[in-house]
């Protein structure tokens, strides 16, 4: 199933061993007869190995991947590459140039997996990213951000009880791990249904660059490729990561409409019941506290303070956390100096 010493096609392109070439696949076009196409980078190694895809922008406008995937393809040991790295660091070019999340149908592509061929225009990009891409790979990762105005935790979102995928997870070596159930028409459902393990990274906020989350996602990502065999032993220095997991997360809610001011930092751990802030009117006339249901971890936030009655505020994760422990966010941003890649096999071409 490894073995890739035959040449690596895709939409009908052949890529050689030893070869990279850059493949625009057709989408459909739109009412002003535009020309779109879903550019797509195939590297395939001189010698065989898994065959990864890395994907991005399946939501149009969470753009931290997109720039994940640039600073991949700029690593020097992909020199060294065994196996094929398919790289498509914009899944919804629709969405992408509209800038917004969804495509022009106002459909998630996220929710339309596997797609079909005589749907809607969401089914079948969907359906062209199955056959093209996922079809003719054994590994995948897929990277996401928080919606507008929400940022995420650097971290993962994976079904933990699956062995091939648990192990790729931990090699991702993020200190967090969310044991998230499948949506159905997800991408990550219709993957698991192929057989191939596949894992959700999630960091940073749509529309927006975060350095730490960039570096987190690139990281683990050269560390997955190096775990299966695909890229040389991690070089450089690299502090060990505690990796917890989290089987149960939720949303905690705005009580009432108002001004929400936030008490509690994202990767913050937090105590049942402890105040996470307050929300209060304009006028100063009333202040509600919003407390943590349960004992957890903050792996995600609202950045508007200006929120109406049942607004998202905190995603907490529940768990119980060492109280030597301090916020994971501190610990991923001194896990990702800049020092970490000085001296590295991965260090990338100049960015």
Same mark, same amino acid.
């Given at each position: 199933?490894?073995?890739v010493?035959e040449p690596?096609?895709?939409?009908?392109?052949?890529v050689?061993?030893?070869?990279r070439t850059i493949i625009n696949?057709?989408?459909?076009?739109?009412?002003?007869?535009?020309?779109l196409?879903?550019?797509?980078?195939?590297?395939v190694?001189?010698?065989?190995?898994?065959?990864l895809?890395?994907?991005? +922008?399946?939501?149009?406008d969470?753009?931290n /991947?997109?720039?994940?995937?640039?600073?991949?393809?700029?690593v020097?040991?992909?020199k060294?590459?065994?196996g094929?790295?398919v790289?498509?660091p914009?899944?919804?070019?629709?969405?992408f140039?509209?800038?917004?999340?969804?495509?022009p149908?106002?459909r998630?592509?996220?929710?339309?997996?596997?797609g079909? /061929?005589k749907?809607?225009?969401t089914?079948?990009l969907?359906?062209?990213f199955?056959q093209?891409?996922?079809?003719?790979?054994?590994?995948?990762?897929?990277?996401h951000t928080g919606a507008?105005n929400?940022?995420?935790?650097?971290?993962?979102?994976v079904c933990m009880?699956?062995p091939?995928?648990?192990?790729l997870?931990?090699?991702?070596?993020?200190?967090?791990?969310?044991?998230?159930n499948?949506?159905?028409g997800?991408?990550?459902e +219709?993957?698991?249904?192929?057989?191939i393990?596949?894992?959700?990274?999630?960091?940073?906020?749509?529309?927006?660059?975060d350095?730490?989350a960039?570096?987190?996602?690139?990281?683990?990502i050269?560390?997955?490729?190096?775990?299966?065999?695909?890229?040389?032993k991690?070089?450089?220095?690299?502090?060990?990561?505690?990796t917890?997991?989290?089987r149960?997360?939720?949303?905690?809610?705005?009580?009432?409409?108002?001004?929400f001011?936030? /008490?509690?930092?994202l990767?913050?751990?937090?105590?049942?019941?402890?105040?996470?802030?307050?929300?209060?009117?304009?006028?100063?006339?009333?202040?509600?506290?919003v407390?943590?249901p349960?004992?957890?971890?903050?792996i995600?936030r609202?950045n508007?303070?200006?929120v109406?009655e049942?607004?998202?505020?905190?995603?907490l994760?529940?768990m119980?956390l060492?109280?030597s422990?301090?916020?994971?966010m501190?610990?991923?941003q001194?896990e990702?100096?800049?020092?970490?890649?000085?001296g590295?096999?991965f260090?990338?071409?100049?960015?």
């Open positions: 199933m490894n073995k010493r690596f096609i895709i939409g009908g392109i052949e050689k061993p030893g070869e696949l057709p989408l459909p076009r739109l009412f002003h007869h535009s020309e196409t879903m550019p797509v980078q195939v590297q190694g001189k010698n065989p190995g898994p065959r895809f890395v994907s991005a +922008a399946i939501h149009g969470e753009i /991947g997109v720039e994940i995937i640039r600073r991949l393809l700029k020097n040991s992909l060294k590459l065994n094929v790295l790289a498509i914009v899944v919804n070019i629709y969405g140039v509209a800038r917004t999340r969804y495509l149908d106002r998630d592509l996220n929710r339309s997996f596997p079909s /061929g749907g809607s225009l089914a079948r969907a359906r062209l199955m093209e891409i996922v079809k003719k790979c054994t590994h995948g990762i897929d990277l507008n929400r940022t995420n935790l650097p971290q993962l979102r009880d699956d091939a995928t648990a192990r997870a931990h090699h991702f070596g993020l200190p967090f791990i969310l044991n998230a499948v949506r159905d997800s991408l990550r +219709a993957v698991r249904e192929t057989g393990p596949i894992l959700v990274y999630e960091g940073g906020e749509a529309l927006r660059f350095e730490v960039i570096r987190a996602g690139l990281r683990g050269l560390s997955v490729m190096s775990a299966i065999g695909m890229l040389p991690l070089g450089g220095k690299r502090p060990a990561s505690k917890v997991v989290a149960n997360s939720l949303w905690v809610r705005a009580p009432l409409g108002g001004i001011r936030m /008490g509690v930092p990767g913050g751990r937090v105590a049942k019941n402890e105040i996470l802030g307050t929300v209060g009117d304009p006028l100063g006339e009333q202040d509600i506290e407390r943590a349960f004992s957890g971890l903050i995600g609202t508007n303070p200006l109406n049942g607004d998202p505020l905190y995603h994760a529940s119980h060492p109280h422990l301090t916020t994971l501190d610990k991923i001194t990702l100096d800049p020092d970490f890649f000085a590295s096999t260090e990338s071409s100049p960015i």
